[in-house]
């Protein structure tokens, strides 16, 4: 069974840092590309991030309000997934779920979820 | 960048039909992927490339996609089918697009 587990979110000033990981099981996870996706209070999912497996490449893809400030990377020795978040704004607060992605030449989804972490950026 | 836009609550009579739609510039060219959210938890996969079923999800869900709208259809609602339903795709510019969310009430 896969499961995925968020961890090391909390309260952090803006313009702060924060590191989120993900731990993996359940799936062969170094061949697998992973993603964060986020949900403010209140409101819909939005795509953070992913990154291909090592055999994919092990590339990164941004959405455009996080690129430059936030960066995943994976330790596949760990099985785990990481979320680094800088110069965070307020408008970050959110609560961010790990996924896995699965693809094909034309598509790509998120077939399953970590309960997801909350961060909250706040004075 | 593309856009997925969904009505922002759908209403259905226990055990009758409901109908979530998602429109999209000639969606109909993208494979369209639906999530049920419920109070509290994480997104589930319920259809993935406009009309396969993950395992473990029933039969009543269903998915279409044809023109500028992707549907997801719930036959015979239950009450534990009320949620928040999101579809989604993936577009060469923009990337992973989700749309909008709808909340479906079982009335």
């Known amino acids: 069974e896969v499961q995925l587990v968020e961890s090391g979110g909390g309260l952090v000033q803006p313009g702060g840092s924060l590191r989120l990981s993900c731990a993996a099981s359940g799936f062969i996870f170094s061949n697998t590309w992973m993603s964060w996706v986020r949900q403010a209070p209140g409101k819909g999912l939005e795509w953070v991030g992913r990154?291909?497996?090592?055999?994919?490449?092990?590339?990164?893809a941004y959405a455009a309000p996080v690129k430059d400030r936030f960066t995943i990377s994976r330790d596949d020795s760990k099985n785990t997934l990481y979320l680094q978040m800088n110069s965070l704004k307020t408008e970050d607060t959110a609560v961010y779920y790990c996924t896995t992605v699965s693809t094909t030449a034309t598509t790509a989804h998120f077939d399953s979820w970590g309960p997801g972490t909350l961060v909250t950026v706040s004075s | 960048s593309y856009e997925l836009t969904q009505p922002l609550s759908v209403s259905v009579a226990l055990g009758q039909t409901a109908r979530v739609s998602c429109g999209g510039n000639n969606i109909e060219s993208k494979n369209v992927h639906w999530y049920q959210q419920k109070p509290g938890q994480a997104p589930v996969l319920v259809i993935y490339r406009d009309s396969n079923r993950p395992s473990g999800i029933p039969e009543r869900f269903s998915g279409s996609n044809s023109g500028n709208t992707a549907t997801l259809t719930i036959s015979r609602a239950q009450a534990g089918d009320e949620a928040d339903y999101y579809c989604?795709?993936?577009?060469?510019?923009?990337?992973?697009?989700f749309g909008t969310g709808t909340k479906v009430t079982v009335l």
């Open positions: 990154i291909k497996s090592k055999a994919g490449g092990g590339t990164t």
């Open positions: 989604q795709v993936w577009d060469s510019n923009t990337a992973y697009v």
